[in-house]
């Protein structure tokens, strides 16, 4: 982690904010299955231990997946920082290019794609998970929307340059679509932990 972030530091294109969006989300899967560990075996919430159980696992398979997006995020980018120093007058220069644009877009794409598909848990979470570490449950939302809007920031800054619009396009509604189901639910998640943690 240490090594990441001072590579992130430095003036390397890699890695970037795709790289930091699935650190974040690993981050924040992570928050989740800490929750999960702190309330499973606990008599008060014998009640829920399936619905731990079975957190403990997605969390488990989401941080490696998004562990891997890390380094798959770095992968596309090199052909595309490659790209861009192909000179002008290259006959293939823009058939490469927009190979490269294409590819750079799905890993973002596929983050986004996997916070999508593990955001249910908050709520599993808020509702059964340990009331002691309600507060990380919070912090996770925060991290979960900070991916995903990350995500969706490094595949429109592709889209933006490809010549082939109508892939553009498509790419970017499926975008914001996740984005629509994604954010409000971490929002609704950080407001609802907010508020139970407010003394009134």
């Known amino acids: 982690m240490h090594d990441f972030i001072k590579q992130l530091a430095s003036g390397d294109p890699v890695p970037g904010g795709g790289g930091a969006s699935a650190l974040l989300g690993s981050v924040g899967v992570a928050l989740c299955s800490m929750v999960a560990h702190l309330t499973s075996g606990k008599k008060t919430y014998a009640v829920y231990q399936a619905d731990i ?24 980018f090199a052909p595309l920082s490659q790209a861009y120093r192909i000179p002008k007058d290259d006959p293939n220069r823009a058939e490469i290019l927009e190979a490269a644009l294409a590819a750079a877009c799905s890993v973002p794409l596929e983050i986004l794609e996997e916070i999508e598909h593990i955001i249910d848990i908050l709520h599993i979470l808020a509702e059964k998970g340990s009331r002691l570490a309600l507060s990380d449950v919070g912090v996770a939302a925060t991290a979960l929307r900070a991916a995903a809007e990350g995500a969706a920031l490094n595949v429109l800054i592709n889209t933006k340059l490809m ?30 932990v907010k508020e139970s943690l407010v003394i009134v």
């Open 53 to 76: 159980e079975t957190v403990l696992r997605r969390t488990d398979e989401s941080m490696k997946r998004l562990l891997v997006l890390i380094e798959q995020d770095a992968a596309v």
């Open 163 to 192: 010549q082939d619009r109508q892939l553009a396009q498509s790419t970017n509604e499926k975008t914001e679509t996740i984005l629509a189901r994604v954010v409000p639910v971490c929002d609704e998640i950080y407001a609802q």
